[in-house]
């Protein structure tokens, strides 16, 4: 592979400015400029592991991680640390299961005040009366 920083961004999904972000974050490597003379000439060159690499990124984001931790992550990848990617792993399961918790109850929350505001057509609703400051 031989992209621009275009095409490995749209190979993974990305804009530009993210692939710079990255890098500025030292989670991606900035290759040096292509040498010579006319077109293309200057132009960073970016190959399979740097898709692979930023996919990595996108996939971890997904799943929680933040860019510190992915960081971490990348590190770990080259020392094979597999006991301290499990502890990653669950930390960020504990930090899910926290979110998730208060996503249930604000859940729970509001389709209590659908019922009340369903019970009754008189008065104010009381979705509207539990957001008012």
Not at 1 to 21: D, H, Q, S
Not at 83 to 94: D, F, G, Y
Request: some cysteine; hydrophobic content about 45%.
């Amino acid at each position: 592979m031989n992209l621009t920083i275009g095409k490995l961004a749209a190979a993974g999904g990305v804009g530009v400015e993210t692939v710079r972000y990255y890098q500025r974050r030292n989670l991606l490597s900035v290759p040096a400029r292509s040498g010579g003379d006319g077109w293309g000439a200057g132009v960073r060159r970016y190959d399979g592991d740097d898709v692979r690499r930023l996919k990595f990124i996108r996939s971890a984001q997904a799943a929680g991680f933040t860019l510190d931790e992915i960081g971490e992550l990348l590190a770990l990848e080259a020392s094979d640390d597999r006991a301290r990617v499990r502890s990653l792993a669950h930390q960020r399961i504990a930090v899910l299961d926290e979110k998730i918790a208060q996503m249930a109850e604000a859940r729970a929350a509001l389709a209590r005040l659908a019922e009340q505001c369903a019970a009754s057509d008189k008065g104010p609703c009381p979705i509207l009366a539990a957001f008012e400051p």
